[in-house]
């Protein structure tokens, strides 16, 4: 990451390029990941329309009062109940966009929660 001058920086960089690659349709919309120190926040975009179909995020009403051993754990809980309302709006299947960062840790598990709750990509 010669050119990049900080780890923000370099995360656009990358996000830039898989957005080259990663188009979201009415189909198939775009599952994109934002990683927070805190939180995570995922949502399902119509590319096509520019609209948010399907949101969720650590802060969800629906995961309100449940408690996590860990931000992995949370992060996975988030995929699910993605899941589950992507369900409800006739959502099946989905293109990951990983938002530059790593497919590791939270960004892994909130995928690994997504698929368990019945998403496909």
């Known amino acids: 990451m010669a050119n990049a001058k900080s780890k923000g920086d370099a995360r656009d960089r990358r996000r830039k390029s898989i957005r080259k690659r990663i188009r979201g349709t009415a189909e198939r919309p775009r ?16 590319d096509d329309t520019g609209r948010t179909l399907v949101s969720a995020s650590s802060l969800s009403e629906g995961l309100a009062g449940e408690s ?11 995929g699910k109940y993605l899941a589950k309302q992507a369900a409800e709006a ?32």
């Open 31 to 46: 599952l994109a990941v934002f990683r927070s120190a805190r939180h995570i926040y995922a949502q399902i975009i119509d």
């Open 68 to 78: 996590f051993d860990d931000k992995k754990a949370l992060a996975e809980a988030v």
């Open 90 to 121: 006739n959502i099946e299947a989905v293109v990951f966009d990983r938002g530059g960062y790593l497919y590791h840790g939270r960004v892994a598990a909130l995928a690994d929660g997504a698929r368990a709750g019945g998403l496909q990509f």
